[in-house]
């Protein structure tokens, strides 16, 4: 089956003279980083690239680690996979979390040299006893043979995704550390299904 490319409206394309700040999610800045002309294609044209299956197990492993970190935040509590890792920190409650991490909101701010509207929407912080603010990523994944890293080249974008979330972090006034985590949740290959998913899950 042929996927169709969709146009974009021209209210959101990138006009160089215009006023108002242009958005760009920091999904948008890896694209430009994987694919020049892909992203010039989709903002300055409005030839969208098609779109790829969604990752609804992916995205309800993020919804259900957000709950869990959330019940330690209004405790004041490390998380059980924050003692077990080693990691002196608590999930850091701020009255903009909610926002920062919904998409289409998230974090904000405007590059007034390139009147670009830099966002992105994080999963969560932490806040170390210094007072700094830590940048947390969550990835879900099975494998059955090794143990996840960021060792495999393709996982750059990763980093790359977390330093853009401490740039925008430091752009909302906090003292964010120089260290991000991720979170990752992988799915164990076991013998029986029996309607449940058993994971993995470690720093």
Known sequence: MQKEFKIKRASAL?????????????????????????????????????????????????????????????????????????IDAIPFPHPMLDEWRQNFKGMGYLHEPTNLWIRGAIDDLLVNPAGEVIVVDYKATSSATKEPSLDDDWKIHYKRQADVYQWLARRQGLKVSDTAYFVYANGLHLERFDECMHFSSRY
């Open 14 to 86: 990138f006009n160089p003279v215009a006023d108002t700040p242009f958005k760009v999610s920091r999904s948008g800045i890896e694209s430009f980083v994987q694919c020049p002309r892909c992203f010039i294609l989709d903002r300055v044209h409005g030839i969208r690239q098609p779109s790829g299956a969604p990752f609804t197990l992916n995205c309800l492993v993020d919804t259900l680690l957000k709950k869990e970190f959330d019940l330690h935040r209004a405790a004041g509590t490390p998380h059980p996979l924050m003692v077990r890792e080693s």
